[in-house]
């Protein structure tokens, strides 16, 4: 955790875009190999529980469509979002873990 720490204060010296400092959960040099794959497998879980019993999860807030950037929240300069995902997602994806292996589910602080 002392490597967690430094990483923060390093990062918190630089400045990001958008107001927000970001710690890689899969930093190497913070966390083994054993605790990544054991925190995606948990996740991973956690996102197959959430597809099964309460699917409109991913359909009321990630299922790519045209109204998808009105039901999200703002962004961290308190705007709307206004580009829906790709198209192709609706298709391809039929919940959360299917976004996530896409590698288009975004998780940020204080969002879903």
Do not use: N
Not at 20 to 35: C, E, G, K, T, W
Not at 88 to 110: P, Q
Request: hydrophobic share 40%; proline share 9%.
């Amino acid at each position: 955790m002392a490597a967690a720490r430094e990483q923060t204060a390093t990062s918190s010296s630089s400045s990001s875009s958008t107001g927000r400092f970001r710690f890689s959960v899969a930093d190497p040099a913070v966390f083994s190999p054993d605790i990544v794959m054991l925190v995606e497998e948990i996740l991973l879980r956690v996102m197959d529980h959430v597809d099964e019993h309460v699917p409109s999860v991913y359909d009321w807030l990630f299922l790519p469509s045209l109204e998808w950037p009105s039901r999200q929240p703002l962004d961290a300069q308190l705007e709307q979002p206004r580009v829906p995902p790709d198209a192709y997602l609706a298709e391809t994806c039929t919940g959360l873990r299917d976004l996530y292996t896409m590698g288009a589910l975004e998780c940020s602080e204080g969002e879903p």
